[in-house]
């Protein structure tokens, strides 16, 4: 069991940098897309859905390991799993796509793409001009495949 926990504390650190890189990557695109000084920009606005899915499911599984491990290990086994974490991350961050790279771009300019097709079809006209707002921002033209 308690090899099994260790593992799980350094596999846990690739989706725990993975999800870093890509707040890190709404980040700095939501501050490109904004006019104003704002420190956030537009990141809420960018982020796709899934992103939110994803975070909570990360923190609420390290909370979990490192949770399991104080009550199967001890206090400073948690430390030493929270520890192990983070130095993953800092390690996997090494490995996984920049934030200012098109990895991350791509999948959020997809998103967005995605839900402007989604009002379009729904019929949510505000909500489709502002990310349509958006993706022109961001040097997309969502137009050129509909008649809005």
């Not at 960018?46 to 104080?70: E, F, R, S």
């Amino acid at each position: 069991m308690e090899t099994l926990m260790w593992i799980l504390a350094g596999l846990i650190a690739f989706p725990f940098a993975y999800m870093l890189q890509f707040s890190a990557a709404t980040l700095l695109i939501g501050r490109e897309l904004t006019p104003s000084d704002s420190y956030r920009g537009l990141q809420d606005a960018i982020t796709p859905p899934w992103q939110t899915n994803l975070t909570m499911l990360v923190w609420a599984t390290c909370a979990a390991i490192v949770g399991g491990m104080w009550w199967n290990l001890g206090i400073l086994s948690a430390v030493g799993g929270m520890a192990l974490i983070i130095f993953g991350a800092v390690v996997a961050r090494q490995v996984l796509p920049k934030p200012t790279g098109n990895h991350y771009r791509g999948l959020i300019l997809r998103s967005m793409i995605s839900r402007y097709a989604d009002y379009t079809r729904d019929g949510d006209k505000l909500r489709a001009d502002a990310i349509k707002q958006l993706l022109v921002l961001a040097g997309v033209d969502p137009g050129h495949n509909s008649s809005g």
